[in-house]
């Protein structure tokens, strides 16, 4: 060992290598009990909020908003009860829906009571107005007191053409959230989403179980002109709906395939009321960085979720969701990233933010939060690199990405991974929408390239099958449960490690060079072109 010191480095700013002691000890703390499933504004917050900023503290890191380590994140919790009944009017007669089996419906206002009162149907396709492409499911009618019915998914889905929406790679357009804030941008009263199993990605029990109960969003926000009441029916009910209006299902689902749908009132009328209970805390994201050498005011952001859903319905005699893949390990990762940074002999050029967002289980909000009231200017964020659940597998032969395709942050990926020997490739679902899915989507919302991905198609020594039976299992017994813990018996963390050391070096990668990776043309997300200055 001694000996080898010998040998020079040709750079003292050569990437370190990440400690997977470092990755496990966090790993282990915050899986424990007692952080009681880091739900946000529940007891188990503010130990996390300490544990996060007492590590960030003693690696020399700097508070990374004006002198403090957090960032307050106002949280709005609502609370419906939902009319047991939704009344469907068509010229057929008046039906009524039941409540959880028929229909879902929610609303992200702050009101204590909405009604819909034979608010008219409209039916408007897959809900998509994208204006370079020429498409408008809106086109031509006043959404003001009506209710549309949209399609679930996007166009390309189930087609044919790989380059019409995509094919079956799901674009944002296809995702329940975009579906949403685009009925808020038209005004509608209220929106109504067709559920459909493959479409979706998930069976409806997943909408019903989502949608009900207490739903949190962020706080603060002005809501009042948005759509009021939104939800899901199912596809039978939909299908009745049509049939009941004097039209075919499947016929006017082909013509919204097409640039020439035109949205059309159905000549029924819905009514359904939602009471609310609203209360709001203030929950933290965790922020530090170092800053750069040379170009301090140009930033790579690391972000991975700190909470879990807390403590829940007692399954096997256990109630509290540890979550310890989800995402105590993401956490623990972009700990172990953060020493690496901060014990290297050469600080980086460009500065490197650690970012712990709070309430990613309930909708991204911390992230959310950050991309509206940024600390560290978007417009000169280079990049986000995420982490959300590290591959408790084993080494790995694949990085596979989420979303690959959207943006340069590929290149990196690809060269980084073949230096350690592993190849790119696309994430094994691109239908599900994952790339919608965690917090390094809102950065790419507004314009940041992000990076999402991880080993997990072919495992180094037991190859794919292993893979994906290993998945499969956690995604049955474990995902969003009490048995999402860590176990030092069963855990391997090389692929873990081997993907920290990856973001690392990326990171590292793009905190010396002077560039800005970028969209790629047929991505959905762009940087706004004022913005970025070089
Ligand atoms: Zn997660």
Redesign the pocket.
């Given at each position: 060992m001694a000996f080898l010191g010998c040998q020079e480095k040709t750079s003292t700013n050569e990437p370190s290598e990440i400690q997977a002691n470092t990755i496990l000890k966090h790993l282990e703390e915050l899986s424990q009990d007692k952080y009681l499933g880091r739900m946000p504004c529940m007891a188990g917050e503010p130990l996390t909020i300490d544990y996060l900023t007492n590590e960030l503290k003693s690696l020399g890191l700097e508070p990374g908003n004006n002198g403090s380590y957090t960032q307050d994140v106002p949280l709005l919790t609502i609370d419906g009860s939902i009319s047991d009944e939704m009344i469907v009017e068509t010229k057929e007669g008046k039906e009524s829906w039941k409540k959880g089996t028929d229909f879902v419906i929610h609303t992200q206002r702050n009101s204590s009571q909405l009604i819909l009162e034979e608010s008219e149907l409209v039916f408007c396709g897959y809900g998509i107005v994208d204006e370079k492409l020429g498409w408008n499911d809106y086109a031509d009618i006043d959404m003001k007191g009506k209710t549309a019915v949209v399609l679930v998914n996007d166009p390309g889905y189930g087609g044919d053409d790989p380059d019409f929406f995509k094919g079956d790679i799901m674009t944002y357009y296809g995702r329940w959230t975009y579906k949403y804030e685009e009925a808020d941008r038209q005004g509608a009263e209220g929106l109504l989403i067709i559920h459909e199993t493959s479409s979706a990605g998930y069976p409806w029990f997943v909408v019903q179980s989502s949608w009900q109960g207490p739903q949190q969003g962020l706080s603060g926000i002005d809501r009042s002109q948005d759509c009021g009441i939104k939800g899901w029916i199912s596809l039978q009910k939909a299908q009745e709906l049509f049939t009941n209006c004097g039209y075919d299902f499947t016929t006017e689902i082909k013509k919204a395939r097409t640039k020439e749908f035109k949205p059309f009132s159905m000549d029924a009328k819905v009514s359904a009321s939602l009471t609310n209970e609203t209360k709001e805390c203030i929950s933290k994201n965790v922020i530090a960085y170092q800053k750069g050498t040379k170009y301090p005011d140009e930033y790579i952001v690391y972000t991975a979720?700190w909470d879990h859903i807390g403590v829940g319905k007692v399954v096997e005699g256990d109630s509290i969701y540890n979550g310890a893949l989800?995402?105590a390990s993401?956490t623990a990762a972009v700990l172990s990233i953060a020493e690496a940074f901060a014990t290297a002999e050469t600080p980086p050029e460009r500065s490197v933010v650690f970012l712990f967002v709070t309430a990613?289980?309930q909708g991204l909000l911390g992230s959310e939060y950050y991309v509206k009231k940024p600390i560290f200017p978007l417009a000169k964020t280079v990049c986000n690199l995420n982490m959300?659940?590290l591959n408790p597998m084993g080494a790995m032969k694949d990085f596979s990405i989420t979303g690959m395709g959207h943006s340069q942050m590929d290149n990196y990926a690809e060269k980084h991974a073949k230096a350690q020997g592993r190849y790119i490739v696309q994430e094994a679902e691109p239908e599900k929408g994952y790339f919608f899915r965690?917090d390094h989507f809102n950065f790419a919302k507004f314009g940041v390239p992000a990076l999402y991905g991880d080993g997990s198609l072919e495992h180094a020594e037991k190859g794919k099958e292993y893979a994906e039976t290993f998945k499969k299992d956690y995604v049955e017994s474990r995902y969003h449960a009490p048995s999402d813990e860590y176990d030092a018996g069963t855990w391997n963390i090389d692929g873990g490690v081997q993907d920290a050391q990856l973001y690392y070096n990326i990171g590292h990668d793009l905190a010396n060079n002077r560039d800005w990776p970028k969209w790629n043309e047929s991505s959905e997300f762009k940087r706004p072109t004022k913005t970025l200055k070089d």
């Amino acid at each position: 060992m001694a000996f080898l010191g010998c040998q020079e480095k040709t750079s003292t700013n050569e990437p370190s290598e990440i400690q997977a002691n470092t990755i496990l000890k966090h790993l282990e703390e915050l899986s424990q009990d007692k952080y009681l499933g880091r739900m946000p504004c529940m007891a188990g917050e503010p130990l996390t909020i300490d544990y996060l900023t007492n590590e960030l503290k003693s690696l020399g890191l700097e508070p990374g908003n004006n002198g403090s380590y957090t960032q307050d994140v106002p949280l709005l919790t609502i609370d419906g009860s939902i009319s047991d009944e939704m009344i469907v009017e068509t010229k057929e007669g008046k039906e009524s829906w039941k409540k959880g089996t028929d229909f879902v419906i929610h609303t992200q206002r702050n009101s204590s009571q909405l009604i819909l009162e034979e608010s008219e149907l409209v039916f408007c396709g897959y809900g998509i107005v994208d204006e370079k492409l020429g498409w408008n499911d809106y086109a031509d009618i006043d959404m003001k007191g009506k209710t549309a019915v949209v399609l679930v998914n996007d166009p390309g889905y189930g087609g044919d053409d790989p380059d019409f929406f995509k094919g079956d790679i799901m674009t944002y357009y296809g995702r329940w959230t975009y579906k949403y804030e685009e009925a808020d941008r038209q005004g509608a009263e209220g929106l109504l989403i067709i559920h459909e199993t493959s479409s979706a990605g998930y069976p409806w029990f997943v909408v019903q179980s989502s949608w009900q109960g207490p739903q949190q969003g962020l706080s603060g926000i002005d809501r009042s002109q948005d759509c009021g009441i939104k939800g899901w029916i199912s596809l039978q009910k939909a299908q009745e709906l049509f049939t009941n209006c004097g039209y075919d299902f499947t016929t006017e689902i082909k013509k919204a395939r097409t640039k020439e749908f035109k949205p059309f009132s159905m000549d029924a009328k819905v009514s359904a009321s939602l009471t609310n209970e609203t209360k709001e805390c203030i929950s933290k994201n965790v922020i530090a960085y170092q800053k750069g050498t040379k170009y301090p005011d140009e930033y790579i952001v690391y972000t991975a979720h700190w909470d879990h859903i807390g403590v829940g319905k007692v399954v096997e005699g256990d109630s509290i969701y540890n979550g310890a893949l989800d995402n105590a390990s993401g956490t623990a990762a972009v700990l172990s990233i953060a020493e690496a940074f901060a014990t290297a002999e050469t600080p980086p050029e460009r500065s490197v933010v650690f970012l712990f967002v709070t309430a990613e289980e309930q909708g991204l909000l911390g992230s959310e939060y950050y991309v509206k009231k940024p600390i560290f200017p978007l417009a000169k964020t280079v990049c986000n690199l995420n982490m959300d659940g590290l591959n408790p597998m084993g080494a790995m032969k694949d990085f596979s990405i989420t979303g690959m395709g959207h943006s340069q942050m590929d290149n990196y990926a690809e060269k980084h991974a073949k230096a350690q020997g592993r190849y790119i490739v696309q994430e094994a679902e691109p239908e599900k929408g994952y790339f919608f899915r965690s917090d390094h989507f809102n950065f790419a919302k507004f314009g940041v390239p992000a990076l999402y991905g991880d080993g997990s198609l072919e495992h180094a020594e037991k190859g794919k099958e292993y893979a994906e039976t290993f998945k499969k299992d956690y995604v049955e017994s474990r995902y969003h449960a009490p048995s999402d813990e860590y176990d030092a018996g069963t855990w391997n963390i090389d692929g873990g490690v081997q993907d920290a050391q990856l973001y690392y070096n990326i990171g590292h990668d793009l905190a010396n060079n002077r560039d800005w990776p970028k969209w790629n043309e047929s991505s959905e997300f762009k940087r706004p072109t004022k913005t970025l200055k070089d």
